[in-house]
Every structure is written in C-alpha cells, then in structure tokens.
C-alpha cells in the first residue's frame, strides 16, 4: 500500500489547512508523457460536481474514526481543500486517510494511494 509522505499534526488542533491535488496515476497530463513513478505526470481529476470525503483510522485498525467532506476548491484542476473539525485530532498516533469521490452521476471512486498522518501529543 503506497502512502503519501507524512503529514505531522498535534493532538486537538483544527488547523492548519489541509490541500491536496487528486491525481489520475493512468492519465498522462497535458504535454506529459505519462510515468506511473512520477505523480507531476499525472493528469488532474476532474471533480465537477463531485462530493469528496477523506476516511481517517488508526494505522491497523479496521474502525473509521472521522469522516471529512472537503471542499472543492479548483475543480478543473482536482483540488480539495479541508480543515479538522474539533475531536478528529484528539488522540496522538499513527492514522490514514482514504479519498472516496463521488460522481453526480452516483459513480464512486476511492483513491488507491492512502495520506499519512503522525500526531503527536500537545503539551497541554
């Protein structure tokens, strides 16, 4: 399972911003011959109309712990954009995301590729 590198937060903070580009690994981008090891070859997905959520569990844990519905911020160019609501960064440790898109058509796609998330404890 491939990862993202990782993404370091602290435990019970709501920020910062998190941005990420969804990229099709099978689509050579405009002028780009495709390379399926370098991701700046990779066209962007297309997320009109779309509805993107990002799963979040602990590593080797089977239980979703949040749920975030990201904005789309470029849709054109597979940009998506969320926050972490108040209780998704309460406990410290290791966690991945998973991208699901849903199409207006009710077409769901889930990303391959998972986020990496270490969060450490606050000194609070």
Known sequence: MAYSETIKL???DTEP???ITLKDANTAAAGQTLDENDSSTWAAIDLTGATVRMR???I???T???VL???ISNALNGVVTTNFPTG???TAGT???EIEITYPTGGIQTLQDLIKFKIRKDFD
Request: net charge neutral.
């Open 10 to 12: 602290v435990t019970g």
């Open 17 to 19: 911003m998190l941005t």
């Open 56 to 58: 979040m569990r602990a």
């Open 60 to 62: 080797g844990s089977s």
């Open 64 to 66: 979703v712990k949040s």
């Open 69 to 71: 519905t990201m904005a």
């Open 88 to 90: 998704t960064l309460d």
């Open 95 to 97: 966690f991945e995301g």
